[in-house]
């Protein structure tokens, strides 16, 4: 094998790997709607082979990140500055974290949702895993940014994604006061140990949406020159 | 001289073993480069990217790697020195030869890092300098070619950076890509195909159709040019109207459509990049060749020979079998590694890298292709349009340059002496 061969110019395109990094994650977060159902149902043993797969994809998104890590050394010539893409995969990592902790503390408290809080909640959930699915849309754009060199109308293309974002992401907001105010008409009748987990959750289930919208930021960061 | 009377069949015959050992060496590792880009991208199968690399290498070798060819064979070592010395001369030659064949060879084994061109390089400014004298090289010409090797993978560079940016502003950064791309792309043909034929007729040809005494002035060879870009387009357009758009396949990537037009462009920059290569590289083995030839013909030292077209056919049949022997090889491992780049980008890399190398051939500077093609893909880096690369290969390269010069220049003395008590 000559040296002289243009093949070690090529390094591994960080590009496909972010993708599937976020595909995965937010694999870990669409769980939580099932979840949620199984636990509002009181079906235990469906909620807890769901969790076990949230824990799966969030250990699957962490093997990702630790070889993206480790595939973006610095003498890599990247068309996108690398500490922002190191930083953008650090935010949708951040995701499946979050997913991991909800499903994992339910579990572990056997938590139970005031019955007429159910509906709302459940409605939240769909509301926050909806903001996380359209990060991944927009992060999907990443190869057709690469396609036209991070330039021109595909830029508007995802801005218009971000945008959307930011609205799913305000729902989500909205959803998030109403199941608060609900929990906090009952919490007098509930034990205050069980309150207390109960506001954190809503807390983390609003991070989920929150993170994914952290995520259209620093993407936009990414593209901002 | 007595030593051409009585040995003149044999360095003949030398000469020629020796130029064909140089010319496959060439085959089986330097074709890879140009044509891996054309595999990895899937715009070419392993099979066609072969057919194409021996059918246009053969073209490029023979139609336009008469500049190049005079270079190497009087245009490093002053010639009036050498005419008192032509039997050292010959011996210089064939040295050249035999230490830039066995260095590439065990480059390759060892996975070197090599150049054809500063392999034969280097051998001739090594017999010369240090054989007969440091007066006997044309140090002008070889800071000059020298220099080439540094510039031409800028400017080639350059043009990709220009090429690229111009395919993003007329079809990928558009309403409808895939609608533009059928527009556009063969107006980029029609440039591949003028472009080629432009060099050729001009500077390449003379030394094919000159026992016809054939010249084209500039206006006839614009003319044919155009013709010849024209048809080549036509081939294109029909070709590009085979292509339909993939509305599934659109789905996960709005541009997989578009690049599947790039595709068809890339087969037209592939067999220009190895026209370009064939123009250039074969120079590499035939020129000393022709130099032997001419001095064992005339008995002496003339600036005025001429390279005979025939030399040229038996470089570039060398070069097809050293292809079709263990170049094929090669390709299928670099075609495997390049997967980043896509026919868009490809295409550009190919395009700037193939042009340069072709003016250079028109020029008659011995460069390597594969340093040209390494800057054409860092300027499409520039703008933006690939994934990742290496820089630590830029490296490699000047390495590369580091190490092969001295060790042509070390193994063309020991030949030289060698040669130099067998025949005295």
Known sequence: MPFANLSNLFGRSPIKPMQEHMAVAIKAAGQLVGFFEAVTDGNWVLAGEIQQQVVKYEHEADDIKKQLRLHLPKSLFLPVPRTDLLELLTMQDRIPNRAKDIAGIIMGRKMTIPASMQDQMNEFVRASVAAAEQALTAINELDELLETGFSGRELTVVENMIKELDKLEEKADHLEIGVRTSLFALEAQLPPVDVMFLYNIIDWVGDIANRAHDVGGRLQLLLAH | ?424
Request: glycine share 12%; proline share 2%; hydrophobic share 55%.
């Open chain 2, 1 to 424: 001289m007595t030593l051409f009377a009585e040995y003149g069949q044999v360095l003949f015959v030398l000469a020629c073993v020796f130029g064909l050992f140089m010319a496959w060496g060439i085959g089986a590792n330097d074709v890879s480069n140009a044509m891996g880009t054309s595999v990895g991208s899937r715009a070419l199968t392993m099979k066609q990217a072969i057919i194409i690399a021996m059918v246009f290498e053969f073209a490029g070798a023979y139609l336009a790697g008469g500049e190049v060819t005079e270079t190497i064979r009087s245009g490093i070592v002053e010639l009036d020195i050498m005419s008192s010395h032509p039997d050292l001369f010959v011996y210089g030659m064939l040295s050249s030869l035999l230490a830039a064949g066995s260095w590439l060879l065990i480059a390759s084994i060892l996975g070197w890092p090599v150049s054809t061109t500063h392999s034969i390089v280097g051998a001739i400014i090594g017999f010369a300098a240090v054989g007969i004298s440091v007066d006997a090289v044309q140090w002008g010409q070889v800071w000059g070619i020298v220099g080439s090797w540094i510039i031409t993978p800028v400017i080639a560079g350059f043009i990709s950076f220009w090429i690229f940016r111009s395919v993003q502003h007329l079809i990928l950064d558009t309403e409808d890509p895939f609608g533009n791309a059928k527009r556009y792309i063969p107006f980029y043909m029609f440039a591949v195909g003028f472009f080629l034929s432009m060099v050729t007729l001009l500077k390449g040809l003379k030394y094919v159709l000159k026992e016809h005494h054939i010249e084209f002035g500039f206006i006839q060879a614009v003319v044919i040019a155009a013709l010849i870009g024209i048809a080549v387009a036509g081939i294109g357009i029909y070709l590009l109207s085979r292509i339909n758009q993939d509305t599934h396949a659109d789905k996960s990537n709005r541009f997989s459509s578009v690049e599947r037009v790039f595709g068809v462009l890339m087969i037209f920059t592939a067999c220009s990049m190895a026209f370009a290569h064939g123009s250039n590289d074969v120079a590499n083995a035939v020129g000393p060749v022709a130099a032997v030839i001419a001095v064992v013909q005339a008995g002496a030292v003339e600036t005025k020979a001429l390279v005979p077209s025939w030399v040229l056919l038996l470089g570039a049949t060398g070069i097809v079998i050293g292809l079709a022997t263990y170049g094929y090889k090669v390709m299928v491992t670099i075609g495997k590694k390049i997967t980043e780049l896509t026919p868009s980008r490809g295409f550009a890399a190919e395009m700037a890298a193939a042009a340069t190398v072709v003016i250079a051939s028109g020029i008659g500077l011995p460069i390597s292709t594969t340093h040209t093609l390494v800057g054409a893909v860092l300027g499409v880096g520039l703008a933006r349009g690939i994934g990742a690369l290496n820089l630590g290969v830029i490296g490699g390269i000047f390495a590369s340059w580091v190490i092969t010069l001295p060790a042509g220049a070390g193994l063309s003395i020991l030949f030289f002496y060698f040669f130099k008590g067998l025949f005295s």
